[in-house]
């Protein structure tokens, strides 16, 4: 079946623009994951929603970051006033539901920032 | 908060070498740990995963990974590597229903 899909591939953006970034889960998985890759750096997790509830939001880095998620499908990740240290890929991810479940990861989102 | 270490970012290995990649977690609670690998212009996949039984793992493609409670270490192993095998190499571990990931190990096998 499908897996997780992401859109755009590729976003760049001019310092102190909004972005938008979406994230298809694979059909039926309650929990979505989204994290970001910094060059350099392994995965931080920013949030996780089960359902469109969204139980932790603590890695966020700002108020400028936000996601929202409509039903057990898309999300949205959104970078207000982006700036350039916001440079990285974005990871989204889901699973059947949160907890022992495994991950599956979409291709990302490459923000650069100019 | 759980986190992950690793070392050796890059590793330069020929084909048939083995390889062992370190991982060490640091996590109060009970650990879920895996191995994701990412191929070169592909996304993340998981290769192996241990959430509790038998502490050696066997996962896709030959590799496998061993849980070392006392060690706080889930290292991996592959006994004869081939050029295939080049990718970035991520280890990480659940709590708290997030994955907390360590830096990757960039694997490069010469043919």
């Known amino acids: 079946g499908a897996g997780v899909s992401q859109s755009p591939s590729n976003k760049v953006t001019e310092k102190g623009k909004d972005v938008e970034l979406r994230c298809d889960p694979i059909?039926?998985?309650?929990?979505l994951y989204w994290y970001r890759q910094r060059l350099g750096q392994g995965l931080e997790f920013l949030i996780y929603?089960?359902?469109?509830?969204?139980?932790?939001k603590s890695g966020l880095p700002s108020d400028r970051f936000s996601a929202e998620r409509t039903g057990e499908s898309v999300s949205t990740l959104t970078i207000q006033r982006t700036q350039q240290e916001d440079s990285a890929v974005y990871l989204c991810?889901?699973?059947?539901?949160?907890?022992?479940?495994?991950?599956?990861f979409g291709p990302g989102t490459r923000l650069t920032v100019t | 908060a759980q986190s992950v270490s690793q070392h050796n970012h890059h590793v330069i290995l020929s084909e048939a070498a083995s390889l062992e990649l370190g991982c060490n977690y640091s996590y109060g609670g009970t650990v879920n740990l895996f191995w994701y690998v990412q191929y070169p212009g592909q996304h993340l996949q998981l290769l192996l995963k241990?959430?509790?039984?038998?502490?050696l793992v066997k996962g896709i493609k030959g590799f496998e990974a061993e849980f070392i409670k006392s060690k706080f270490s889930f290292n991996l192993r592959k006994p004869s590597v081939q050029w295939s095998d080049t990718a970035e190499y991520f280890c990480?571990?659940?709590?708290?229903?997030?994955?907390?990931f360590g830096k990757g190990n960039q694997v490069v096998v010469i043919p």
């Open positions: 059909s039926g998985h309650t929990a």
């Open positions: 241990y959430f509790s039984g038998d502490p």
């Open positions: 990480a571990v659940r709590g708290n229903n997030r994955l907390a």
């Open positions: 929603f089960q359902g469109n509830s969204a139980p932790d």
């Open positions: 991810a889901s699973s059947l539901t949160a907890g022992e479940y495994e991950q599956y």
